[in-house]
């Protein structure tokens, strides 16, 4: 599909009579309001932090309009809605990174971890006196509520224990927090029991929120394991479930993604919310402690475990990396070696690889990308019609996903492969999100609504970020405003910052 073929759809708006004072007139642009509605020609007016009126002006005198935007040729749209985001609003609030790329709205509190260390309230408070680039959705993570519980890394609590981190949970959720994410692949979440993910599950129910799990596994010889852990966590509680960065590390055919996403499928029939989000790029991001083994870890001693059992543990990094596409395959991006391969520094370093693991790293010794998925297995995954689009990223985080991944989707999938149509793909960035969220302020562009709006061309816009250099500002979004106000004009950022904590 050329762009050419929906602008051949558009629909023209009816002029209405419409009159008053204005804040912003975005002025004969193409609205795709974000609910997978065709493209169709209005005008846009913003009064204070909300959209006042979508539709056709008919007569500009009737009109006053302190600022006004000429949006001719360009799509007018939502503000972007990132679903897995990553970053400390309390020292760096702008979140440029997320502006250029059409994001006004992030979550954070991921894979298991709150944005604040201990109990979320008096970090809410905080929050709430800081200017924001853009809005922020806090998360409770379960991590963070086991160790608020003082049961951190214990493999098996017991039931008062549980009840202790289910009541971590439900104060945090009282506090104002949208759900609950889990970091099962990570300590302390990896020691979560059935029993208390379930009982965790029902205070987050009981506030009307969901779980957004960083699952147990993303292997493909786990991945259906950990998916029904996620639904049977979630059917016990009567709670909507979400499965965040969706991938299947080694599936090599789109027919394995079918089949993963057969099971949320299923679900939905049987009546369970599922949904889940994925970012546009080949190569994860996590700590190196994703290779070692979990005798390797916490609360394991790991220089016991070198003295004890280095040939086991060697062969077992041996294996792990190969079966992850060997040393080429695993980037760093902390420490003295950010950008260069784990074959790089092994070369360099005049050792093995998994002696470099061992001996320089460990379990806790940075982070890396980690280029594991398949292209095919990605797509599949995108087109879901339940599955929307995240970043995984932050402004320092050295993958390009943090400055690129929505930019990327419309790059690459929209305009390039045509893959999805661009309402299709604004909508799996703002107004599904939107509904996931179960926000009903903003994602779609409406009378009423938080006025959280993009200007841009499609054509024109570039995700620069690289692995390289991950830092690159994406292009093509000329306009973004933010409740109402611009944080980036004319393809230059602004001084305001008109974001807001957003509590449930």
């Known amino acids: 599909m050329r762009l050419l073929l929906w ?15 204005f804040d912003l007139w975005i002025r004969g642009g193409t609205v795709i309001d974000g609910t997978g509605a065709p493209p169709r020609r209005a005008d846009l007016l913003v009064r204070e932090d909300e959209i006042a009126w979508v539709g056709a002006v008919a007569d500009a005198g009737r009109i006053e309009v302190e600022t006004t935007i000429d949006a001719a040729g360009m799509i007018v749209a939502p503000g972007f809605i990132d679903p897995h985001a990553h970053g400390d609003p309390l020292r760096a609030g702008a979140f440029r990174n997320f502006l250029a790329m059409g994001v006004t ?24 006196g800081k200017p924001l680039g853009v809005n922020v959705i806090p998360f409770v993570g379960h991590g963070t509520a086991r160790r608020t519980a003082g049961v951190d890394l214990e493999p098996d609590p017991t039931p008062a224990q549980v009840e202790a981190i289910a009541a971590a949970v439900d104060a945090d959720m009282k506090a104002g927090a949208f759900g609950m994410s889990t970091g099962l692949e990570y300590e302390p979440g990896r020691f979560a029991t059935a029993e208390e993910l379930a009982a965790t599950a029902r205070r987050v129910a009981a506030h009307g929120g969901f779980v957004m799990s960083h699952m147990r596994s993303e292997d493909d010889d786990q991945i259906e394991a950990a998916v029904t852990e996620l639904l049977d966590q979630c059917r016990a509680a009567g ?5 965040s960065h969706m991938k299947i590390v080694y599936a090599r055919t789109a027919q394995r993604a079918r089949e993963v996403l057969a099971l949320l499928d299923g679900a939905r029939r049987d009546g369970l919310r599922v949904s889940a989000d994925v970012y546009p790029y080949l190569a994860s991001y996590t700590g190196i402690g994703i290779v ?3 005798w390797a870890k916490p609360p394991h001693d790991y220089a016991e475990v070198v003295a004890n059992r280095r040939d086991e543990l060697a062969d077992y990094l041996r294996r792990r ?10 980037v760093f991006g902390t420490g003295q070696w950010a950008g260069r391969s784990l074959a790089e520094v092994a070369k360099e370093l005049d050792k093995s690889f998994e002696d470099v693991l061992i001996d320089d790293f460990g379990p806790r010794g940075g982070s890396a990308a980690y280029f594991v998925m398949n292209r095919d297995v990605m797509a599949t995954l995108l087109a879901h019609p339940w599955v929307v689009v995240s970043s995984d990223g932050s402004p320092t985080m050295r993958h390009p996903r943090g400055h690129g991944a929505f930019a990327r989707v419309i790059r ?3 305009v390039e492969l045509e893959m999805l ?3 299709d793909a604004v909508r799996k960035m703002s107004g599904l999100t939107a509904e996931i969220l179960g926000l009903d302020d903003r994602g779609v562009l409406a009378a009423g609504k938080a006025a959280d709006v993009i200007v841009f061309d499609p054509a024109q816009v570039r995700d620069r970020a690289t692995f390289e250099d991950p830092f690159q500002h994406a292009e093509g979004f000329r306009h973004v405003i933010v409740n ?9 950022f602004t001084d305001a910052r008109p974001g807001r904590l957003l509590t449930r």
């Not at 979550?107 to 944005?115: A, I, K, W």
């Open 484 to 492: 109402g106000q611009l944080a980036r004009r004319d393809d230059a």
């Open 239 to 243: 709670c909507p479930a979400h499965v």
């Open 412 to 414: 690459e999938f929209v």
């Open 7 to 21: 602008f051949s759809a558009l629909l023209t708006a009816c002029a209405a009579p419409v009159s008053g004072t």
């Open 292 to 294: 070692f083994p979990g």
């Open 421 to 423: 149509t661009l309402p």
């Open 321 to 330: 990396v190969t079966l992850r596409n060997g040393p080429d395959a695993t």
């Open 105 to 128: 709205t992030i979550c954070l509190g991921q894979d298991g971890s709150s944005p604040s260390r201990r109990e979320l309230a008096p970090w809410l408070r905080a929050a709430r």
